[in-house]
C-alpha cells in the first residue's frame, strides 16, 4: 500500500505540511481563512517535530492493524478497503482510546472548544480520488514526505 | 436443526472481533451470530450518552450493514440458552437447535452484585452494565432527583458523573480509600476525585452501604460508619465478573473466568473465548485475570478468529489502559500506575493547580505504566513503549515533559523503521 514516506534528513522544519495538511481539511480549503476563521490552528494531522539540527514531520502510519480501531469504542475508527485508517469525526466521541493507543502519537484530541472529538491523518482521501497525492507531500519543498509504495510483511495479524 | 461452520454467541466487540479474524482467513465457509440484544452490535462503552438521551441507534457499533458486508447470518433477539459441547450443539431460548463446527463464547460479563439488606422489592436500584439496564435508568430519571452510587470504579465514577449532569444529587460510597483504584495511583485519583467533587459530586471513602432503607420506595441508605444518606436511587457498579451462565454444567473449564490457551481455545478443542468472559494474560506481570476492558476485547476476539479459521496465532497479551473520558480535564493510563513492591521507580511531574500531572512507573528501566492527567497528545507513544520493553533509562526524564510527546526521543533506528514502514504493527512491536 502507498502511504507518506517521512525522510528526516531531508526535513528543514519549513512547516508547510502543518500549514497544507490543515487547509486541505478545512471547510474553506484556504490556509489563512483556516487558521483565522475556521479555528483550526493545532489541528493538523501532520506533526512537525525539532530539535535542531534535527527535523521531521510525522502522521499515522495506517497500520495493517490498527491500534487506535482497537481502542475505538464508538467505530468511528475502521480500516477501509483500501487500508487507510479513517476517523469519522463525526461518529467520534472522544473517549481518547486511541490517544493512548496509539503507539506514535498519531491520533490526536481536539481538547480546545466543545467539538470534543479526536482527529488523525486520512491520507488525503479525497485528494487521492481525484489523483492528487497527500496534501503534505505537495506542500514539502524537500523531498523529506515522500507518497510511495511500502513493502508489507506477510502474515501480520495483531 | 438449523446449522452454521461458526457460531459467535455474542455480537458485541469481541464478537465482531472474531468475525474480522476468521474472515481474513476464511472467506466462505458460514458465521452465524446471536445474541439475545435486539439492536445487535452496539457500544456498552457508551451508554452513558444513551442515558443522557443519545437515540439507541447512535450506540451502533458497527452498522447494520457490516454483518451483511462480512457474510454473517444474524440471529438477534434470541439467546443461547444450552451449550452441548461434547455434540456440538447450542440450544436457544425458543428451543430451536444449532449444530457448530466451532464456537466463540463472546458472552461478556455479569455485573457483580452484593447481598445488600433491602435491595429486594425496590424499583429504583440499578447496575449500570448494558442497554437494558441504561433504559431502565433513562426510563425512570423523572422519578428520582439524588442517588447513591455504590463503588467508585470507571462504572461507577462514570455513571454517577453522567446522573449529576442530568441535575441529581450524586454520592458515590467506596469501600477503599481511594477513588478508581485499578487506573489510578493515589495522587491522580485525589485529582479525579476532587474534579468531581467540583462538579458537585459527594464522596464517601472506606465505608459501605449496609442497607437500603424504605418500602417500595427508596429513602436512603444506611452506611456502615453510621451515617444516614437520603437518596431515592441506588445503582451497585463494583464491577463484572465474567458470565458463567452458559458454561454451567459443561466439561468447558471455567474459575471466576473462562479459562482460554494462548490461542484463545477453552480445554474443549472447537469452543474458543474473548472478551470479559475470559481470563487473558495481562503483559504488564504475565498473570492470568479478568481484564473487562475494550480495546482488550477486541484484540482477543480476533486473535480467536485467526485461530477458528485454522491459522495457529498466539495472544501476546492484553495491557490495560484507561481513559476517563467523561472528565473535563482528560485523564489517561495504561499498565501499572501503583508500583506493587519496592522493585519499580516512580517519577512524576505536577504542576501546582493541578491541571497537569503525569507519572511515569518503571522496572530496571523499563517503563511499566503511566498516568497523564490534562495534557494527552502523544500518550500511546508510552504505551508503546510498554509494549516494546524498550529500556527508557536515558530518556525518561524528557517523556515527563508537559509537552506533547513526539517521536523525536525515541532512537533514530525506531523511527526509521517506522518512518518508511516496511512491516507493520504488531503486538510485539
Known amino acids: 500500500m502507498k502511504k507518506v514516506i517521512i525522510v528526516e534528513d531531508y526535513c528543514i522544519a519549513c512547516y508547510n505540511c502543518e500549514v497544507a495538511c490543515v487547509a486541505t481539511h478545512s471547510r474553506s480549503e484556504d490556509p489563512v481563512k483556516a487558521y483565522k476563521r475556521e479555528g483550526l490552528r493545532g489541528r493538523t494531522n501532520a506533526v512537525v517535530e525539532v530539535e535542531s539540527p534535527l527535523a521531521f514531520s510525522s502522521m499515522c502510519r495506517h497500520c495493517k492493524h490498527p491500534w487506535c480501531m482497537d481502542a475505538c469504542i464508538s467505530g468511528a475508527i475502521q480500516r477501509l478497503d483500501n487500508g487507510i485508517v479513517y476517523l469519522d469525526e463525526e461518529r467520534c466521541v472522544g473517549c481518547w482510546g486511541c490517544v493512548v493507543g496509539c503507539p506514535y502519537g498519531a491520533a490526536h484530541p481536539n481538547l480546545a472548544g466543545k467539538d470534543k472529538h479526536a482527529f488523525k491523518c486520512d491520507l488525503c482521501i479525497k485528494r487521492l480520488d481525484a489523483g492528487l497525492n497527500p496534501a503534505c507531500v505537495e506542500a514539502c519543498p524537500n523531498k523529506a514526505l515522500l507518497y510511495d509504495e511500502t513493502i508489507e510483511r506477510e502474515e501480520v495479524h495483531t | ?429
Open chain 2, 1 to 429: 436443526m438449523s446449522k452454521a461452520d461458526y457460531v459467535i454467541v455474542g455480537s458485541n466487540v469481541a464478537a465482531v472481533g472474531a468475525i474480522d479474524g476468521i474472515r481474513r482467513h476464511d472467506k466462505k465457509s458460514s458465521i452465524l451470530t446471536i445474541a439475545f440484544e435486539s439492536l445487535g452490535s452496539y457500544s456498552k462503552a457508551m451508554l452513558a450518552a444513551y442515558i443522557e438521551g443519545a437515540n439507541a441507534q447512535w450506540l451502533e457499533y458497527r452498522g447494520k450493514d457490516y454483518f451483511k458486508k462480512m457474510g454473517v447470518d444474524c440471529l438477534f433477539g434470541r439467546r443461547v440458552t444450552g451449550l452441548d459441547a461434547g455434540k456440538s450443539i447450542l440450544t436457544t431460548d425458543n428451543g430451536e437447535e444449532i449444530s457448530y463446527k466451532k464456537v466463540l463464547l463472546g458472552v461478556g460479563g455479569v455485573p457483580f452484585k452484593p447481598a445488600i439488606k433491602g435491595a429486594e422489592g425496590k424499583e429504583l436500584v440499578f447496575t449500570f452494565t448494558d442497554l437494558f439496564d441504561a433504559q431502565k435508568i433513562r426510563e425512570t430519571l423523572p422519578r428520582f432527583d439524588s442517588a447513591v452510587v455504590i463503588g467508585a470504579g470507571f462504572t461507577g465514577t462514570e455513571i454517577a458523573y453522567t446522573l449529576n449532569k442530568l441535575n441529581k444529587k450524586v454520592t458515590v460510597v467506596e469501600l477503599g480509600d481511594r477513588v478508581l483504584v485499578k487506573a489510578l495511583d493515589p495522587r491522580s485519583s485525589e485529582i479525579a476525585q476532587s474534579l468531581m467533587q467540583g462538579e458537585g459530586i459527594e464522596f464517601y471513602l472506606n465505608d459501605t452501604v449496609e442497607e437500603i432503607a424504605g418500602n417500595k420506595e427508596i429513602t436512603g441508605v444506611s452506611l456502615k460508619s453510621g451515617k444516614f444518606i437520603p437518596c431515592q436511587a441506588v445503582i451497585t457498579a463494583i464491577g463484572v465478573i465474567p458470565n458463567g451462565e452458559l458454561i454451567k454444567n459443561t466439561p468447558i473449564k471455567f474459575d471466576r473466568g473462562l479459562d482460554v490457551d494462548d490461542y484463545m481455545c477453552t480445554n474443549v478443542p472447537n469452543v474458543y473465548g474473548a472478551g470479559d468472559v475470559v481470563k487473558a494474560t495481562d503483559i504488564t506481570d504475565g498473570q492470568k485475570r479478568s481484564l473487562p476492558l475494550w480495546p482488550l476485547a477486541f484484540q482477543q476476539g480476533l486473535v480467536a478468529g485467526i485461530n477458528m479459521a485454522g491459522v495457529r496465532y498466539p495472544y501476546a497479551g492484553g495491557l490495560p489502559m484507561n481513559s476517563l473520558k467523561f472528565l473535563k480535564v482528560p485523564i489517561l493510563s495504561a499498565g501499572i500506575t501503583t508500583p506493587p513492591d519496592a522493585g519499580y521507580e516512580v517519577i512524576s511531574v505536577s504542576d501546582p493547580k493541578g491541571t497537569f500531572y503525569r507519572s511515569l512507573v518503571l522496572k530496571e528501566g523499563r517503563l511499566k505504566g503511566f498516568v497523564t492527567i490534562g495534557e494527552i497528545d502523544g500518550a500511546g507513544v508510552l504505551t508503546g513503549l510498554i509494549r516494546s520493553k524498550t529500556d527508557i533509562s536515558g530518556i525518561k526524564t524528557r517523556l515527563l515533559n508537559k509537552k506533547k510527546i513526539g517521536l523525536m526521543q525515541m532512537p533514530r533506528e525506531w523511527r526509521n523503521r517506522i518512518f518508511t514502514r516496511r512491516d507493520e504493527t504488531d503486538y510485539n512491536d
